[in-house]
């Protein structure tokens, strides 16, 4: 069974950073996948197995996702956060590559950001 662990959620002030990490198990990584949401159902960020990335609007340009294959880790690094990016980031992967079959799914992690 695929295990998807998020980590790096926190307290942070509106205008700071915080990086997500999503570590996927399994010998496959490199072939899925993999994005995150919030609010388990609110799309915010994904890359597909060839590196494709795709945003949401409220996020761009502030968001930065990346993958390291090497740790089977996939990483969202959140500048300039604002109040309204509170929520429990969830982090999910899609075995077929291409970010439209998110099977497996994390427990999330908290991000608060204060005003």
């Known amino acids: 069974q695929v295990q998807v662990v998020e980590s790096g959620g926190g307290l942070v002030q509106a205008g700071g950073s915080l990086r997500l990490s999503c570590t996927v198990s399994g010998d496959s990584f490199s072939t899925y996948g993999i994005g995150w949401f919030r609010q388990e159902r609110d799309f915010v960020a994904m890359i597909t197995r060839s590196?494709?990335?795709t945003y949401s609007d409220s996020v761009k340009g502030r968001f930065t996702i990346s993958t390291d294959n090497a740790k089977n880790t996939v990483y969202l690094q959140m500048n300039s956060l604002k109040p309204e990016d509170t929520a429990v980031y969830y982090c999910?992967?899609?075995?077929?590559?291409?970010?439209?079959?998110?099977?497996?799914w994390g427990q999330g992690t908290q991000v608060t950001v204060s005003s």
């Open positions: 590196g494709t990335t």
């Open positions: 999910a992967a899609d075995p077929r590559g291409m970010g439209n079959h998110f099977t497996f």
